[in-house]
């Protein structure tokens, strides 16, 4: 295919390179870990364009959310919930990476460095976006409240890096204790899990809650290493773990101090995400044991041509959809309002809302296909050929989680410099430069595992 015909047709280009791809996947690779990653960016995108329901009543507009609007919804995030599934995959996918990096002699460095640029090198982007948004619209005078709010809106995917940048720093500890001790590392973490919460609730004491970012998310990523190894092989081994974490989800939200939600819902005064508390942990051993149970049919599926390419083909840029699908939904919001408020004064649950969701969800799609389309060069950058060294970037990617998630919670707007928050701006970037992952450029794309 020429330059021109690429020009002109560039989804055929993107499914033909898709194509290329899966047809040199060697058999030895478990497809089924591909094919999970990309459902779940689909259940995301899918929960959170749905949720969102904004809403003009008298000239003023309302970023509403159904879970509150409507409580039944607050039943379905049990299953557009998703981030377990994030970090069974990911402790999958860096058992595999790092096992071979042990075989073939690789150090940490270089293992490391590959990771951090394809997590971190689509966020930059993003940033930089949202800054220059952030300018203009002080320029044009919109108050602070609405820029803060916009950006908060459209940044919430990252507190999902800053947490798993940090599990991937630490993978050789916790590969090594999962080598040493097994599933006892999984309990281990649960337990302490079960002691920041009791905590949390009996001792009124916060900021312990924050813990479980790591004790949770961690567990979760263990049970990724016992799926690598065939620990949770087998359809009795699996329905124990589904019939289990279910049951203990349900009691949690019965009997217990959670609420219903597994997202934070507006006014509530406990929420299962933030920080995450043990409902969590029990949804991902759910989620778990009910996908491994299908791992079988679903692989000798996923052998196929078509739907192998299309896991390829969403794989290949899928921090790129998972970075951006907020801010393309935002952006279409922002120009319903100065269109005149399109589609924004139907009430939030009302049939007519509800009969306009596929056509806002197409629109949605639409401005994350631009976005997907001019940035997803940044996720295929690779490291180079001479990586900073382990400290290096040890150091900057603690930098650059720690601004993450303080953009995630209080978005770009500030007092500081044009309405910034220039010094937690910086972070992301300083940590990214100490890292060596500043570099713009990228081989061809690929799954990866």
């Not at 150090?107 to 800054?131: E, F, H, I, M, N």
């Not at 939600?261 to 043990?278: I, Q």
């Not at 922002?334 to 939030?348: C, I, K, S, W, Y």
């Not at 400290?391 to 500081?416: E, H, M, N, P, T």
Request: glycine share 10%.
């Amino acid at each position: 295919m020429n330059d021109r015909s690429r020009a002109v047709h560039p989804r055929r280009n993107l499914w033909s390179q898709a194509a290329a791809v899966a047809d040199r996947t060697p058999d030895s690779r478990n497809r089924y870990v591909d094919f999970l990653r990309a459902l779940s960016i689909v259940a995301v995108i899918s929960g959170h364009w749905l949720m969102a329901a904004p809403y003009v009543r008298d000239g003023s507009l309302s970023l509403s959310n159904m879970l509150d609007y409507q409580p039944w919804t607050q039943g379905l995030t049990w299953g557009f919930q998703v981030m377990p599934v994030f970090f069974l995959v990911g402790g999958y996918a860096n058992g595999v990476s790092w096992h071979a990096a042990l075989r073939d002699g690789a150090g940490y460095r270089d293992w490391l460095a590959l990771r951090l640029q394809r997590l971190v090198g689509p966020v930059l982007p993003l940033l930089v976006v949202w800054a220059l948004l952030g300018v203009v619209g002080r320029w044009i005078g919109l108050r602070p409240q609405m820029i803060k709010l916009g950006s908060q809106m459209a940044l919430i995917p990252i507190w999902f890096l800053a947490v798993y940048v940090m599990a991937v720093v630490l993978v050789p500890l916790t590969h090594a204790a999962w080598r040493r001790f097994g599933l006892v590392s999984f309990w281990a973490l649960a337990l302490a899990a079960f002691a920041s919460d009791a905590l949390f609730f009996a001792a009124d004491l916060r900021a312990v809650g924050w813990l479980n970012y790591g004790f949770i998310w961690l567990a979760v990523h263990q049970l990724g290493y016992a799926w690598r190894d065939g620990q949770l092989a087998g359809p009795r081994r699996t329905l124990f773990w589904a019939l289990g974490g279910l049951a203990l989800l349900i009691g949690m939200v019965t009997i217990g101090p959670y609420p219903l939600s597994m997202v934070s819902v507006p006014g509530e005064a406990v929420s299962n995400t933030l920080p995450p508390k043990l409902p969590m942990l029990a949804l991902g051993i759910a989620q778990s044991g009910v996908l491994l149970s299908l791992e079988a049919p679903l692989r000798r599926w996923l052998a196929r041509a078509l739907p192998w390419t299309a896991t390829v083909l969403v794989n290949g840029m899928i921090m790129t959809i998972y970075l951006w699908h907020l801010t393309a939904s935002t952006l279409v919001i922002g120009a319903a309002l100065v269109l005149g408020n399109v589609g924004l004064t139907m009430e939030p649950g009302s049939g007519v809302w509800w009969a306009a969701r596929p056509c806002w969800m197409l629109v949605y799609l639409a401005a994350l296909a631009v976005c997907a389309l001019s940035f997803s060069r940044f996720e295929r950058g690779g490291a180079g050929a001479h990586p900073a060294t382990a400290w290096r970037q040890v150091v900057g990617a603690a930098s650059v989680c720690a601004g993450l998630a303080l953009l995630a919670l209080d978005g770009i707007g500030g007092d500081g410099w044009l309405g910034l928050r220039v010094g937690v701006l910086v972070l992301p970037f300083a940590g990214a430069a100490l890292a060596g992952v500043l570099r713009v450029g990228g081989a061809p794309s690929r799954a990866t595992a």
